[in-house]
């Protein structure tokens, strides 16, 4: 009698250790996942959509650091006019649009 009491015991206290290591690993699992996944996510949606509106005339920047305005869209390249110069670069170089004047966008709230 004493044995199967031992060993319902044992029993009980393996569910606990499980218990123990699988609720602390999924806590650390769901806070990777709001505090580094997620918000990389949204980053690459927001970087997409602004890819998907740019249009001939907005004013660039681009990974390198150039400011340029676009003159030519493609589906992979953009041709930019820097000036004095024209390059052509990859549309996913693009790091942000920028006002007519160079100057940062500031984004509209939406109601």
Do not use: C, W
């Not at 509106?53 to 920047?61: A, E, P, R, T, W």
């Not at 869209?73 to 041709?79: H, I, K, P, Q, S």
């Amino acid at each position: 009698m004493q044995e199967s009491m031992l060993i319902t015991a044992a029993a009980a206290g393996g569910s606990n250790i499980i218990t123990g290591l699988i609720l602390p690993f999924g806590a650390m699992a769901a806070i990777m996942y709001f505090l580094l996944i997620r918000p990389q996510q949204q980053q690459r949606k927001r970087h997409r959509e602004m890819l998907e509106n740019l249009k001939k005339n907005d004013m660039v920047v681009t990974s390198g650091g150039l400011l340029g305005k676009v003159t030519q869209l493609g589906d992979d390249e953009v041709r930019l006019n820097l000036g004095d110069t024209e390059v052509r670069i990859l549309r996913s170089m693009v790091v942000d649009v920028r006002n007519k004047d160079g100057s940062v966008k500031t984004e509209e709230k939406k109601s």
